[in-house]
């Protein structure tokens, strides 16, 4: 499987930006997609989760509802809504995925992608 996250970019504070996450190879169908963050000098960090099939999410505690997730079975894809930006939430952006339940530790998946830079200016 190969993910590849798109949509990064520049934003100011308060704005929005939606980030995406194709897969190939294979389909999302048994997986959980993760979206993981890893801010400059700090340790990547679990953002939100979807199991696939069930469409069941689970987000970080700190996002207090600014950020959702969902997906689109017919594009394989997975999205990132990222609303009321901070400039905390600037950071490196990555999609990641595994057999099964979504787990909070990026040690628990298999793929990654890339990762994609989200830049927002106060």
């Known amino acids: 499987v190969q993910l590849q996250a798109c949509r990064g970019g520049l934003v100011q504070a308060g704005g929005s930006l939606r980030l995406s996450c194709a897969a190939s190879g294979r389909t999302f169908s048994d997986y959980a997609v993760g979206w993981f963050r890893q801010p400059p000098g700090k340790e990547r960090e679990f953002v939100t989760g979807i199991n696939w099939s069930r469409g069941t999410t689970s987000y970080a505690e700190f996002l207090k509802g600014r950020f959702t997730i969902s997906r689109d079975n017919a594009k394989n894809t997975v999205y990132l809504q990222m609303n009321s930006l901070k400039p905390e939430d600037t950071a490196v952006y990555h999609c990641?995925?595994?057999?099964?339940?979504?787990?909070?530790?990026?040690?628990?998946?298999?793929?990654w992608g890339e990762g994609t830079l989200v830049t927002v200016s106060s």
């Open positions: 990641a995925g595994r057999l099964g339940a979504i787990y909070m530790t990026p040690h628990m998946y298999t793929y």
